[in-house]
T-cell receptor
Framework: AQRVTQPEKLLSVFKGAPVELKCNYS??????LFWYVQYSRQRLQLLLR??SRESIKGFTADLNKGETSFHLKKPFAQEEDSAMYYC?????????????FGTGTQLKVEL | DSGVTQTPKHLITATGQRVTLRCSPR?????VYWYQQSLDQGLQFLIQ???????AKGNILERFSAQQFPDLHSELNLSSLELGDSALYFC?????????????????FGAGSRLTVL
């Protein structure tokens, strides 16, 4: 069955500490993977996607096909990083794309 | 402004009632997704439409239905409302396309419609 797992519901770190938000997926084929972020119940917005291989707001995510993981990392957490983070694999299907979100991880950065 | 417009922003109604949530996708986007976000269940995929046709169905109750119109706007109808239907309902759109379109798989979300059932 196709599944995406974010094992941590809440992750609390101190400002300046490293952050790793875990995401594991179980999909046939080669999904495209995304991280979306939601600040204070605002609309979700794209944070980054694996094919871009870019760093956004200091965050990076490496796709590990062997471990089927797409963990989100940041070396030094900032207070403004506090938000809900969703991992989302996307499968290209005929005529459209099926994008499913994980259950999300609430990141809390404390002073 | 993301380009995805949802109305109403907030709606309070009573159990047993019926409501319609409306979504206008970003200009040029053919696909519309509906998601339900509640405190205890997280972000749940409800249904997807592509160019007027239903494409995928998620955890959508039988009391809920949706459609996408020729002008590509979409409506989510929620009937026989229960207290547990209280949630934030998000609409998202993207331009489903073939390979080569770098943004084809990126969803743009609306601000959501907050439904409170009393």
């Amino acid at each position: 069955a196709q599944r995406v797992t974010q094992p941590e519901k809440l992750l609390s770190v101190f400002k300046g500490a490293p952050v790793e938000l875990k995401c594991n997926y179980s999909y046939s084929g080669s999904p495209e993977l995304f991280w979306y972020v939601q600040y204070s119940r605002q609309r979700l917005q794209l944070l980054l996607r694996h094919i871009s291989r870019e760093s956004i707001k200091g965050f990076t995510a490496d796709l590990n096909k062997g471990e089927t993981s797409f963990h989100l990392k940041k070396p030094f957490a900032q207070e403004e990083d506090s938000a809900m983070y969703y991992c989302a694999p996307c499968i290209l299907t005929g005529g459209g794309n099926k994008l499913t979100f994980g259950t999300g991880t609430q990141l809390k950065v404390e002073l | 402004d993301s380009g995805v417009t949802q109305t109403p922003k907030h709606l309070i109604t009573a159990t047993g009632q019926r409501v319609t949530l409306r979504c206008s996708p970003r200009s040029g986007d053919l696909s519309v997704y509906w998601y339900q976000q509640s405190l205890d269940q997280g972000l749940q995929f409800l249904i997807q439409y592509y160019n007027g046709e239903e494409r995928a169905k998620g955890n959508i109750l039988e009391r809920f239905s949706a459609q996408q119109f020729p002008d590509l706007h979409s409506e989510l109808n929620l009937s026989s409302l229960e207290l547990g239907d209280s949630a934030l309902y998000f609409c998202a759109s993207h331009s489903a396309g073939g390979s080569g379109n770098g943004r084809a798989n990126v969803l743009t979300f609306g601000a959501g419609s907050r439904l409170t059932v009393l």
